[in-house]
């Protein structure tokens, strides 16, 4: 390569580094691609043997621009507009999965993951400062319990919910439930994380603190806890993807199903229909997208969360 | 100067148990959600539903699980779902991050369209990848299917059954299926090890390969003698939590190929799925559920131990 | 300022909660003499997509239910849950062995009557049902369908579905072949011209439902059977053989598409654009086949279950029994679909008013012309001229022709035993065509009798 005239080697290598990474984001980039291309085909295009990859041919010509068409049917059946005289735009949005699921599972997820964040940012403090008996053997304990699988751990739960629901406790429903249990769920690999996090921060600051005439408590809160923000950011977001994709328990658990979360939604849509590819396709875009756009703004966070989950956890 | 000692006592007091009263919440959440459920399971492996209620059948479950042909049929087909999805992230992942660790000018933009995979559920993956290949209408199958560019009558990725095997009863080599299964699993999982390989990378210390580089070492040589070792640890924590998510993820089967075709993606995530929630067969469930702990819980003790040994190198 | 940045999305989430939040949760309370009816239907009566899978059943609760809660005003108010197809078994035996929320009612198929008999999910209704003033006027058969192994009464039934084969004429001019060696030489035409013959639900999926729908139709029609009357699995049997033989000739030789195995029941595909002649399924099919093609480029495409009817009183659709073999009857799968009542339901008065409104042949033939899809379980119904239609006189006709009956026979394990030769089938057809097949049969049956 460094053959290349007029080229230093190094520059060379960099063009074949950004050509070779761009072949390999490109190929990462094709199944979403396809989806969305998939989503704005009308059904007619959908149906086609064999499947062409743009709507745009004609009798006489495979391909032609003036000739493409794009349909947003896909996106007009999840949505499901209808005209609305109460409503001020006109129309109403009667899809259940914008008006219903998706509201849900944002409350189920950002709920579950600030809980998560106080409880895994109190207990990571406490194993990264104390040295006590069982130490070891709880953040043993903690990360083994997940091994069991969740798919049978399931019907105790459901039983649990089912108990819940008969002792008729006033403003109970199945979202304190669900929450809870996303809770269970992800806060042992949180604890992991924010013991990192909190391993990383160096101990002299706490103990100057305390010397100052700071409590314990005083001293977590105003110097402990700024510090260890980006890492809590990154527990949050990493517990917020993570109950925003979960589907089985969210199914079963969640008995009413005005609270059923958006993974359900889908379910709306995965019917056995070909003409339906379309529909399912807009459906998957627009439960994804939330999450990539939360994504895009706080990668950072998201890619410290993950480094640490993997190699502390 | 009593009462100052009295607040230092209670101070003291107070800071003794503090651990303690940091961590209960968390511990009481978990002894509801996941110790409690544990235990019901371990309860439930050893019963039997029948119309009037459960009925003590001991180790019958197991047994039962043995004798099933599927059963040890899919003990084959996850270990080599766990391997190639494991080893193809794993492989890809070294080399991309390579190529991100040379600091590009556009290394943020690449990472984040890179990573994008990660954070859509593996329900929806599996769904986007099933629409692709869809007999007859799939944008792929039309490629796929053609008959002049693959063999005889092309490969339909859904329903094209495995070659016949090589080594008796293990289902080697695997079908159409279960290749795609690993391609789009391993596609979701790849920006996760990048960027964990990444992380790593950019520990080894510039001055060393620099130093390398003057004393004439090659590329390769610098990746082999410098590069893996140091990364070791990182990378067998990886590897870890790849088998771990291989061994446990039931979404991606189930909306991809529903174990199908026959049974080529039967892998005993799927199994535990189908006998515990479609066939209602709660304590054989469990059964399987108990074994596949047994193997986390030996990946899990992995994991801690390399990463303990990581903790002392470093 | 950067902390801020990170802090945005936050405040962004917490402002969509409590947007979310403001939005009053709570219906308003019903008035305390009306009681809550529930049911569970796989039809979901607020889902008005005109395009869903479901939509038959979805606008048949949406007729019905004001109906029902009219007629029982001031006194029961019926509420559904739509619960998902592929979910609701699991979710009902759940809920039961919880003791939790269950349905007054749940809607089932006969399919499934063994599992749930098994877990104790379902409550006996002979003794209420024998006093109804339907009960005389109840199909026979379709009462043994309902029928649980004890004897007793586990769903009260509405619609029978027994299979049958949907035939484009076109492509079989001299009518759809009665015997193994006709329809091969008919298929083989229909290969030189580029067509399937038939395609089938060839795939595993679904726990195997493959099993209980051309797999069964074809055993049926060759004589065969699953069990051997004892609640045993018994299929290695001559008569399975030449079955399994025929399918295998059929799938090796190309008769049928690729897509009959991809699952999903996307096998449809393949009727629906008139690239496979023959199509064997349950009669309740017509409801999700369409839009459609016809050889001839007619297209039937209102996109509902009115496209498979249309095609059939045009001619261009025939329904047909099943190629039999030699000396052999034309066998099909038959399925109930009833309602039954889950152990802990609240209000059965509720749900006795509604089965016996349900009852009335009006309201049957509602039903069954809805998402029943079959064959009124009672008998005057199916005497209104509601079922004189050149579809149910087809389907009579076919019908008249073969011998139905449920695949699973006296065994008691039907999910397992679904799943199981299911696999089995498909390894032998599909998979594996150089297998033994008595071999693949006897280690299938081994299998499932050890656990008995």
């Known amino acids: 390569m460094s053959s290349i005239p007029f080229l230093s080697r190094k520059q060379s290598e960099s063009i074949l580094a950004n050509l070779l990474i761009l072949l390999v984001c490109l190929f990462a980039m094709i199944p979403i691609a396809t989806t969305v291309l998939i989503s704005f085909k009308g059904e007619r295009d959908i149906i086609r043997k064999p499947p062409i990859?743009?709507?745009?041919?004609?009798?006489?010509?495979?391909?032609?621009?003036?000739?493409?068409?794009?349909?947003?049917?896909?996106?007009?059946?999840?949505?499901?507009?209808?005209?609305?005289?109460?409503?001020?735009?006109?129309?109403?949005?009667?899809?259940?999965?914008?008006?219903?699921?998706?509201?849900?599972?944002?409350?189920?997820?950002?709920?579950?993951?600030?809980?998560?964040?106080?409880?895994?940012?109190?207990?990571?403090?406490?194993?990264?400062?104390?040295?006590?008996?069982?130490?070891?053997?709880?953040?043993?304990?903690?990360?083994?319990?997940?091994?069991?699988?969740?798919?049978?751990?399931?019907?105790?739960?459901?039983?649990?919910?089912?108990?819940?629901?008969?002792?008729?406790?006033?403003?109970?429903?199945?979202?304190?439930?669900?929450?809870f249990v996303y809770i269970g769920f992800y806060l042992p690999l949180s604890v992991w994380i924010a013991k990192g996090f909190f391993d990383a921060i160096p101990k002299e600051l706490e103990d100057a603190a305390l010397i100052d005439g700071c409590s314990p408590l005083g001293a977590l809160l105003r110097i402990i806890m700024p510090l260890a923000l980006p890492g809590m950011m990154a527990v949050f977001l990493l517990t917020f993807v993570n109950v925003w994709n979960e589907f089985i328990a969210g199914y079963l658990l969640v008995i009413n199903n005005a609270h059923k979360p958006a993974m359900f939604g889908i379910y709306e849509f995965l019917g056995q229909n070909i003409i339906n590819l379309q529909v399912l396709a807009a459906a998957c875009i627009i439960i994804a997208a939330p999450m990539v756009i939360l994504f895009l703004f706080t990668r950072r966070s998201f890619f410290r969360a993950m480094v640490e989950g993997a190699i502390k956890g | 100067m009593q009462r100052m000692i009295a607040r230092r006592r209670e101070r003291g007091w107070f800071r003794d148990t503090l651990p303690f009263w940091l961590i209960l919440p968390t511990i009481i959440v978990l002894l509801a959600v996941q110790v409690y459920p544990a235990i019901y399971t371990v309860w439930l492996s050893l019963h039997e539903r029948v119309p009037t209620g459960w009925n003590w059948v001991g180790i019958n479950n197991f047994t039962r699980l043995f004798n099933m042909g599927l059963f040890n049929e899919s003990m084959g087909h996850t270990l080599i779902f766990l391997v190639g999805y494991a080893g193809l992230t794993m492989i890809l992942g070294f080399f991309i991050a390579q190529l991100l660790n040379r600091r590009l000018r556009l290394s943020g933009f690449y990472i984040t369209l890179l990573f994008i995979p990660w954070i859509i559920a593996d329900i929806i993956v599996g769904i986007v990848f099933r629409l692709l290949v869809v007999p007859d209408y799939g944008l792929f199958s039309g490629i796929l299917q053609n008959a002049t560019l693959l063999g005889p009558n092309g490969i339909s990725v859904l329903t094209t059954s495995r070659p016949p095997a090589l080594f008796g009863a293990f289902p080697f080599p695997p079908a159409p299926a279960m290749i795609y299964l690993i391609l789009a699993s391993a596609w979701r999982a790849l920006p996760f090890i990048t960027l964990l390989m990444l992380a790593a990378m950019q520990t080894v210390p510039n001055e060393i390969i620099e130093s390398a580089r003057i004393d004439g070492a090659s590329g390769a040589q610098i990746t082999r003698r410098i590069m893996i070792p140091i990364m070791l640890p990182t990378m067998v924590v990886a590897l870890f939590s790849l088998t771990l998510s291989g061994m446990n993820g039931v979404g991606m089967v189930f909306s991809l190929t529903g174990g199908g075709p026959g049974t080529a993606t039967e892998v005993l995530s799927y199994l535990l799925y189908s006998i515990g929630w479609r066939q209602l067969n709660f304590g054989r469930a469990a059964a399987l559920a108990m074994l596949i702990a047994v193997v986390n819980w030996l990946l899990i003790s992995g994991t801690l131990r390399l990463t303990r040994v990581q903790e002392r190198s470093i | 300022m950067k902390r801020l940045w990170t802090l945005a999305p936050l405040l962004l989430v917490a402002a969509f909660v409590l947007a979310a939040c403001a939005t009053p949760a709570a219906p308003p309370a019903e008035a305390p003499a009306v009681k809550d009816f529930v049911t569970w239907y796989q039809y979901d009566q607020d889902n008005v997509d005109p395009a869903s899978d479901e939509r038959v059943g979805n606008e048949y609760l949406r007729q019905t239910m004001p109906l029902f809660n009219t007629a029982f005003a001031g006194k029961w108010n019926w509420v559904n849950q739509p619960k998902a197809f592929d979910k609701m078994a699991a979710e009902i035996v759940a809920a039961v062995q919880a003791g939790g929320d269950v349905p007054d009612l749940f809607e089932m198929g006969s399919g499934d009557l063994n599992q749930y008999y098994q877990n104790g999910t379902m409550q006996n209704l002979r003794g209420w049902a024998e006093q109804q003033s339907w009960w005389k006027d109840l199909d026979p058969s379709a009462v043994a369908a309902c029928t649980g192994p004890d004897g007793g009464l586990y769903c009260v039934p509405l619609s029978s579905r027994p299979h049958l084969v949907y035939v484009w004429a076109d492509r079989f001019p001299n009518g759809y072949p009665r015997t193994p060696e006709a329809f091969m030489a008919e298929a083989e035409r229909l290969k030189g011209e580029g067509l399937y013959a038939i395609t089938f639900f060839g795939s595993t999926a679904f726990d195997g439902e493959g099993t209980s729908r051309a797999i069964w139709t074809t055993v049926a029609s060759f004589g065969g059977s699953f069990d051997d009357g004892q609640g045993r699995m018994k299929l290695d049997t001559p008569e399975n053989i030449a079955a399994i033989s025929f399918l295998r000739e059929i799938v090796a030789k190309g008769y049928a598409p690729e897509i009959a195995f991809a699952g999903g029941f996307q096998e449809e595909e393949a009727f629906k654009d008139a690239s496979a002649g023959s199509f064997p399924t349950g009669l309740f099919g017509y409801r999700y086949v369409n839009p459609l093609v016809a050889p001839d480029g007619t297209a039937y495409s209102k996109g509902n279950e009115q496209d498979m009817l249309d095609a059939i009183a045009a001619g261009d659709v025939i329904l047909s029994s099943f190629i039999a073999a030699p000396g052999k009857q034309p066998g099909c799968g038959i399925e109930v679909n009833g309602m039954a009542m889950p152990v802990g339901a609240k209000n059965p008065d509720a749900a006795y008013d509604y089965i016996n409104w349900l009852m009335t042949p009006e309201q049957n033939g509602v039903f069954v012309l809805g998402p029943g899809g079959g064959f009124p379980a009672l008998l005057t119904t199916a005497q209104t001229d509601a079922f004189q239609t050149p579809f149910y006189k087809e389907a009579a006709k076919a019908l008249s022709q073969s011998q139905c009956r449920s695949w699973y026979g006296t065994l008691n394990r039907v999910k397992e035993a679904q799943s199981l030769i299911m696999k089995t089938v498909y390894r032998l057809i599909k998979e594996d065509p150089s297998l033994d097949i008595a071999t693949e049969l006897q280690k299938a049956q081994n299998e499932y009798n050890a656990g008995s």
Not at chain 1, 69 to 76: D, N
Not at chain 1, 80 to 86: D, M, Q
Not at chain 1, 94 to 122: C, D, F, H, K
């Open chain 1, 53 to 179: 990859i743009f709507p745009c041919d004609t009798p006489t010509q495979s391909f032609d621009l003036s000739a493409c068409r794009w349909a947003t049917e896909g996106y007009e059946r999840v949505i499901a507009a209808r005209p609305s005289a109460t409503s001020p735009l006109g129309f109403a949005i009667t899809g259940r999965l914008i008006r219903t699921y998706i509201p849900n599972t944002l409350i189920y997820a950002s709920v579950s993951s600030l809980l998560v964040v106080l409880l895994a940012g109190m207990s990571g403090y406490a194993f990264s400062r104390y040295r006590f008996r069982g130490h070891g053997a709880l953040m043993t304990g903690i990360l083994a319990i997940t091994g069991v699988p969740l798919l049978t751990n399931l019907l105790a739960l459901y039983q649990m919910g089912t108990t819940l629901r008969k002792a008729n406790l006033p403003f109970y429903d199945d979202r304190f439930l669900i929450i």
